[in-house]
DNA sequence: ATCTAAATTTAGAATTATTCTAAAAAGAGG
DNA sequence: CCTCTTTTTAGAATAATTCTAAATTTAGAT
């Protein structure tokens, strides 16, 4: 592993709150200023191939990265907020329907955040 | 509701196979040859924010769209193929644990298929 | 019908995240 | 210190999607 993926791999571990190739990108400059973004990807979809870190894609939004550690998501369904959330763990009682063995699994909920609720009352208030 | 709306739904409830925009486009150019690419995404973000069909969007892949039926997917960790499977309805299970309402779940086990399996093989046996 | 306003479609340019390419640099092993 | 492999770099290229502004269609009111 070099310099570059393990202190990326500590970066996305780190963190709770699902970063861009871009800023990881950007947080990776501080340590080594002169790193350019081909490393950040080669080394991204390395450590994605190699199951050592969570990619989060959704509708619109670039890619995101996550920790491994067990956990599941709250997604904004019109801004993509993301939240931590843990609905516990799901694999026996999913394995047990499915024949294949199945490596993982991401579960994402879909809620409307609070400031998108509230953007939306504003609109209805709006339009009547 | 457009023409174009209306029958865009239709090819996306009638199919089983996960379509990406430009098949969708492909399909509809079969009912109206002048249309073009941006009134599909139009009507993609139109339906897909009004909750009338479903997207999937995954790592690499551009989105694909889905009916609503509920279902739930199995998706190959290498090649992003994707199957339909039915694992019941979490919904109440989920639902229990959390504060605020949920408006959908995804479900995306991950899993290798075979055709991949195979390829790993292969590779795993030149490389010895 | 006819007018007006709003919504939709069109064509094509623009954006943006990501990948690719080829050359340079860094590492690993003998 | 060679040789081979892997990684990084710089920058061009790609590809999906969005944006823009003008043209067209639609719907409701008159």
Redesign the interface.
């Known amino acids: 592993m070099t310099k570059y993926a393990k202190k990326i791999r500590e970066i996305i571990e780190a963190s709770r709150d699902h970063k861009t190739a871009e800023q990881i990108f950007e947080a990776l400059k501080k340590t080594y200023p002169t790193v350019v973004r081909a490393t950040v990807y080669n080394n991204l979809n390395k450590l ?1 191939d190699a199951g050592m870190i969570r ?1 989060i ?3 619109g939004l670039p ?1 995101r990265y996550d920790r491994l550690e067990r956990h599941d998501h ?1 997604m904004c ?1 019109k801004c993509g907020r993301l939240i931590d ?1 843990d ?2 763990d ?1 694999t026996q009682q ?1 394995q047990q ?2 024949r ?13 955040c609070e400031a998108c609720r509230k953007k939306e009352q504003e609109e209805g208030r709006e339009e009547s």
């Open positions: 994605w990619k894609s959704s509708e890619d709250l369904r959330v609905l516990g799901l999913l329907r499915l294949v063995p199945i490596l993982s699994y991401d579960l994402k909920l879909m809620y409307i």
